[in-house]
């Protein structure tokens, strides 16, 4: 089988931390260049893709340039939030104008800070005729995939489908300033994580032979809050000092913690619910939580609870790091620790069924059309936290709706006001 030659347009952390090492569970692509406006990271990443064994990629700062290099098929995008529109454009314009030949273009999540830039990906994709694959890794988790298929295969066919999914991400705050900055990644902590609550609740709870569009969403009912970071002036400070100043709370702060209720109906009519929670104060770590429910049957996942922990007394000094699990926020004590976190997170089968998808000229089974319908729904929940009610889905306004908090016009205090 012919390889595919793979193109990183960002080589920041998630591409470093994560998506290289998935590299090598797939067995047909080369990294063949590595894009990024900072050229340091860009050779950095080339180097770890030279020890991984994973290709000797070209190392570029300027994305037209890389997307015409004709070793580069496939462009993975890994930029921030607010670096996407350009990003795409550049890239689409050279395939328009017959200069750059690839099949297709993945991309991070979420597909756009709010509805209108999902809404131009979308149609930027689909105008220069590639296929396009969004990056949601939790939708092939191995334990969701398996859990799914076990319950939908022995248990909903015989006694009746799932009725509820509980899906939550949370952890202790972001690594770098613009995740904080509303203005920048589009939110706080509920445009950040939840667009990964949303998705994998509607791959838990549809029919895997209908497929999540069979389900429609019919209510959405939310809300977000500053519990700590905008709300209690140590950690004010202390945000201030970790983003060199780049964040203040006291002035422009953003949620850190979202709850949401999505309902769905079913093809049969029958209601099936998504509770979603997420949050940046969760000190420990990492964790994602999923449990399913359905008539004679539960399913949980906590990332936290794996086969192995660690301990190590008082007497055992070290420096800081996150060799255990993601966002480690302490070194002593009894530890869970994630021996292979890239799987267990879903990166290496997201990566594999990309490129396999690619090779065969297929879409993937994540799209950016299925990007798009999270971003609907993800803007829904801020709408419903604004105006404090349960709303229908989809609500009037949703198309050129921009949250409060990413026009610098939320409040902590807001929580608290009735509508
Ligand atoms: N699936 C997940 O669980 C997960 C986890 C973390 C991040 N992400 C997503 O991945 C994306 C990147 O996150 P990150 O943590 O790696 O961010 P990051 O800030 O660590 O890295 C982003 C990189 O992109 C580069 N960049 C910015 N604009 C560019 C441009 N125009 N051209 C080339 N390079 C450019 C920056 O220099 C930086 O090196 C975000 O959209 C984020 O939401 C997903």
């Not at 700062?61 to 580069?72: G, I, K, N, Y």
């Not at 017959?98 to 999902?118: F, I, S, T, Y």
């Amino acid at each position: 089988m012919k390889k595919l030659g793979i193109g990183f347009v960002g080589a920041g952390w998630v591409v470093n931390t994560f998506h290289m090492k998935a590299w090598r569970g797939v067995r047909h692509a080369d990294i063949t260049a590595v894009c990024d406006l900072v050229e340091e990271r860009a050779k950095s990443t080339s180097v770890l893709c030279r020890e991984l064994d994973l290709g000797d990629p070209r190392v570029y700062t300027d994305v037209s340039e890389m997307a015409v290099d004709p070793e580069v098929d496939a462009i993975w995008i890994t930029v921030p939030n607010f670096a996407r529109i350009p990003v795409v454009k550049a890239i689409t314009e050279e395939v328009t104008q017959g200069k750059a030949d690839l099949v297709g273009l993945v991309c991070e999540k979420p597909l756009g800070r709010n509805v209108r830039e999902a809404q131009e990906m979308f149609g930027m994709v689909e105008k220069a005729g590639l296929l396009h694959g969004y990056l949601e890794n939790q939708v092939f988790m191995p334990s969701i995939v398996k859990g799914r298929e076990i319950l939908w295969r022995r248990a909903a066919r015989s006694t009746g489908r799932p009725y509820l999914a509980r899906c939550s991400e949370e952890h202790g705050g972001p690594h770098e300033a613009w995740f904080w900055d509303a203005k920048r990644q589009g939110g706080g902590a509920l445009g950040d994580m939840m667009c990964h609550s949303i998705e994998s609740a509607r791959f838990l709870l549809a029919d895997p032979e209908e497929g999540r569009e069979a389900m429609i969403p019919k209510t959405v009912s939310a809300e977000i809050a500053s519990l700590k970071w905008g709300a209690i002036p140590k950690y004010i400070e202390k945000l201030r000092m970790m983003t060199n100043e780049q964040v203040d709370y006291s002035k422009n702060p953003a949620e850190d913690f979202g709850r949401a209720s999505i309902s769905y109906e079913t093809r049969d009519g029958l209601l099936a619910l998504s509770e979603l929670t997420t949050s940046w104060n969760f000190v420990p770590g990492e964790r994602l939580n999923f449990e399913l429910l359905g008539p004679e049957y539960y399913m949980q996942i906590d990332s936290l609870s794996p086969e192995m922990k660690i301990f190590l007394s008082r007497e055992v000094k070290g420096s800081t790091g996150e060799d255990m699990v993601e966002k480690q926020a302490a070194e002593q004590g009894f530890m869970p620790v994630l021996a292979d976190e890239t799987n267990t997170y879903g990166y290496v089968d997201e990566h594999r069924h990309m490129v396999d998808s690619f090779l065969k000229k297929e879409p993937p089974r994540e799209t950016w059309a299925d990007g798009l319908s999270v971003v609907k729904l993800l803007m829904t929940c801020y709408m419903s936290a604004e105006m404090k009610k349960t709303l229908k889905f989809p609500p009037n306004g949703l198309a050129d709706f921009v949250p409060k908090v990413a026009q610098g016009n939320w409040k902590a205090s807001d929580f608290t006001e009735t509508a």
